[in-house]
Nanobody, 126 residues
Framework: QVQLVESGGGLVQAGGSLRLSCAAS??????????MGWFRQAPGKERKFVAA????????YYTDSVKGRFTISRDNAKNTVYLQMNSLKPEDTAVYYC????WGGGSIHLTEYDYWGQGTQVYVSS
């Protein structure tokens, strides 16, 4: 059974930084074969794309509002994907989810992803 477990969320002041981690595990899950994405969901709103990295790690994609502030990376030896978040703003407040897409190309679409974590809360105070 595949598990994605996010960590690293918390409360931070505007302008601060957080690094989210997502550790993957389970059965025959081969992390190297999965594109990894980060999505977020603010209260009362839909879950939206934040960032993604292809299975090869060769390409990354970001939603416009986080470009230049957030960086996605992966460590295949640790089966972990990270989201470094700098210059945080109150509008970044949300539950952040990681997701895995087999042989994925870094899609922005939720339906492309096969596995999801439970989420980690990020709260940015003004």
């Amino acid at each position: 059974q595949v598990q994605l477990v996010e960590s690293g969320g918390g409360l931070v002041q505007a302008g601060g930084s957080l690094r989210l981690s997502c550790a993957a595990s389970g059965g025959t899950f081969n992390f190297n074969n999965y594109a990894m994405g980060w999505f977020r969901q603010a209260p009362g709103k839909e879950r939206k794309f934040v960032a993604a990295m292809t299975w090869s790690g060769g390409s990354t994609y970001y939603t416009d509002s986080v470009k230049g502030r957030f960086t996605i990376s992966r460590d295949n030896a640790k089966n972990t994907v990270y989201l470094q978040m700098n210059s945080l703003k109150p509008e970044d407040t949300a539950v952040y989810y990681c997701a895995a897409d087999l042989w994925g190309g870094g899609s922005i679409h939720l339906t492309e992803y096969d596995y999801w974590g439970q989420g980690t809360q990020v709260y940015v105070s003004s």
